[in-house]
C-alpha cells in the first residue's frame, strides 16, 4: 500500500516532517510526500489557500501516476480537497477533516487550538461545512506562525501548551485537536505537558488513509 501526503506549501522541511510522523505510525506500508514547490512558504488564511490550489491539483495527478492507494492533503485547512477529490480515482484524505472525524468518534465536543488568527475563519467554515459544528465548542489561535510551530523550541512549546490548556480548561473540551500540521511532531512532548488528550490530523489522517484504500478492490498488475 502506497500513501502519498502533499504538502501544499512549499517548504519542503515541513513535508519531511509530515511523512516522518505518518511512516512511524504506518510501518506497514510505503509513505511518500510531495511538496507544492509552486504555493506559499505557509498556509495562514484563505489567501494563501487559493493560491496554493493549482499546484495542489497538479500534485495530485502526480501521485496517481506514482500508484498511489490514497492521498492525504497535509494542511489543516484541507487546502483543494474537494476539488483533488473530484479529480482522483482513489480516496482523498485532509488531515483537518480527518482529525475531526477521529475526535467526532471519541465522543463528546473538541476545541482546535490553531496558529495566527487569520486561519480561524477557514477552519470554522470546514468545521461547518463537514458537519461537526455541533461537536466543535472552540477554534482557537495561538498566535504561533506556522513556521515557528514547525522550527519548534521550547518558547513556542510553553506558548502552544498555555494556549492548549487554556482551550480545555476554559471550553470544557474533552479532546483538543492541534490545528496546524507543523505541530504533528510535537504531539507527544504536548501531551506530556499538558496532560491533554491531543488529537493530531497527521496521524488521524493515516489511520483513515489506511482503512480506505483497504476497501477498494486490489489493483491488476
Same mark, same amino acid.
Given at each position: 500500500?502506497?500513501?502519498?501526503?502533499?504538502?501544499?506549501?512549499?517548504?519542503? $522541511?515541513?513535508?519531511?516532517?509530515?511523512?516522518?510522523? *505518518?511512516? &512511524?505510525?504506518?510501518?506497514?506500508?510505503?509513505?511518500?510526500?510531495?511538496?507544492?514547490?509552486?504555493?506559499?512558504?505557509?498556509?495562514? @488564511?484563505?489567501?494563501?489557500?487559493?493560491?496554493?490550489?493549482?499546484?495542489?491539483?497538479?500534485?495530485? *495527478?502526480? /501521485?496517481?501516476? &506514482?500508484?498511489?492507494?490514497?492521498?492525504?492533503?497535509?494542511?489543516?485547512?484541507?487546502?483543494?480537497?474537494?476539488? $483533488?477529490?473530484?479529480? *482522483?480515482?482513489?480516496?482523498?484524505?485532509?488531515?483537518?477533516?480527518?482529525?475531526? !472525524?477521529?475526535?467526532?468518534?471519541?465522543? @463528546? %465536543?473538541?476545541?482546535?487550538?490553531?496558529?495566527?488568527?487569520?486561519?480561524?475563519?477557514?477552519?470554522? %467554515?470546514?468545521?461547518?461545512?463537514?458537519?461537526?459544528?455541533?461537536?466543535?465548542?472552540?477554534?482557537?489561535?495561538?498566535?504561533?506562525?506556522?513556521? !515557528?510551530?514547525?522550527? @519548534?523550541?521550547?518558547?513556542?512549546?510553553?506558548?502552544?501548551?498555555?494556549?492548549?490548556?487554556? /482551550?480545555?480548561?476554559?471550553?470544557?473540551?474533552?479532546?483538543?485537536?492541534?490545528?496546524?500540521? @507543523?505541530?504533528?511532531?510535537?504531539?507527544?512532548?504536548?501531551? &506530556? &505537558?499538558?496532560?491533554?488528550?491531543?488529537?493530531?490530523?497527521?496521524?488521524?489522517?493515516?489511520?483513515?488513509?489506511? *482503512?480506505?484504500?483497504?476497501?477498494?478492490?486490489?489493483? !491488476?498488475?
Amino acid at each position: 500500500m502506497h500513501l502519498v501526503y502533499i504538502n501544499p506549501n512549499s517548504t519542503e $522541511a515541513m513535508t519531511q516532517s509530515v511523512v516522518a510522523v *505518518a511512516a &512511524r505510525n504506518a510501518p506497514q506500508v510505503q509513505v511518500t510526500g510531495l511538496t507544492n514547490s509552486k504555493g506559499p512558504a505557509a498556509i495562514e @488564511g484563505p489567501e494563501d489557500g487559493d493560491a496554493a490550489i493549482p499546484g495542489v491539483l497538479q500534485l495530485v *495527478a502526480e /501521485a496517481q501516476l &506514482r500508484g498511489a492507494d490514497a492521498i492525504v492533503i497535509a494542511c489543516f485547512d484541507d487546502t483543494g480537497l474537494s476539488q $483533488a477529490r473530484s479529480l *482522483a480515482s482513489c480516496p482523498v484524505l485532509g488531515i483537518g477533516h480527518s482529525a475531526y !472525524t477521529m475526535a467526532s468518534l471519541q465522543g @463528546g %465536543g473538541f476545541c482546535v487550538v490553531t496558529s495566527v488568527e487569520n486561519a480561524v475563519p477557514v477552519i470554522k %467554515g470546514n468545521i461547518e461545512t463537514s458537519g461537526f459544528g455541533e461537536n466543535c465548542t472552540l477554534v482557537k489561535a495561538s498566535g504561533l506562525s506556522v513556521l !515557528t510551530i514547525e522550527q @519548534g523550541g521550547e518558547e513556542m512549546l510553553d506558548q502552544l501548551s498555555q494556549a492548549i490548556l487554556e /482551550a480545555k480548561d476554559q471550553y470544557i473540551c474533552q479532546t483538543v485537536i492541534l490545528g496546524c500540521a @507543523g505541530m504533528a511532531m510535537h504531539h507527544s512532548v504536548l501531551a &506530556r &505537558r499538558t496532560g491533554t488528550k491531543l488529537i493530531d490530523g497527521v496521524v488521524a489522517s493515516t489511520h483513515l488513509a489506511v *482503512a480506505a484504500a483497504l476497501t477498494l478492490p486490489e489493483k !491488476t498488475p
